[in-house]
């Protein structure tokens, strides 16, 4: 039930934005416990006015292949799954499409079940 939003500088072929999308979603289902059907993602591509990050922020060197990676969740993931989530993120994404790990910005968002509807204005996980 994540939902993870991909931003992208744009020039990135369709088939290097499906690696990133898989990659992510790989690592979801083998470190925080998501289905592997569970898949809900959006990509959106930005020219560099409208994706803006610091090149060098905590002194880690980021180009313009920069890959700003936001996963809204349900609350409860532990902080060793957290961290395994983040690590295998940049592992699949370095293997493929080839993101270098500096340029792997992720943030999570976590909420509450009843924040979910999948359909039919019903929050399916917290029905009342």
């Given at each position: 039930m994540p939902l993870v939003r991909i931003s992208l500088r744009k020039g990135r072929?369709?088939?290097?934005r499906r690696a990133i999308?898989?990659?992510?979603?790989r690592a979801m289902v083998a470190t925080i416990d998501v289905p592997a059907a569970d898949r809900f993602q959006v990509t959106t591509e930005h020219d560099?006015?409208?994706l803006v990050f610091?090149?060098?922020?905590l002194s880690i060197a980021r180009s313009e292949g920069f890959v700003m990676i936001q996963i809204t969740l349900r609350r409860g993931r532990t902080p060793d799954k957290k961290r395994a989530l983040y690590r295998a993120i940049v592992e699949n994404l370095a293997a493929a499409p080839g993101v270098r790990p500096q340029d792997i910005f992720v943030s999570l968002v976590?909420?509450?079940p009843v924040d979910w509807s999948f359909g039919d204005g019903v929050a399916q996980y917290s029905p009342g």
């Open positions: 072929s369709i088939a290097e999308a898989d990659g992510i979603h560099e006015n409208a610091d090149a060098n922020y976590e909420n509450e």
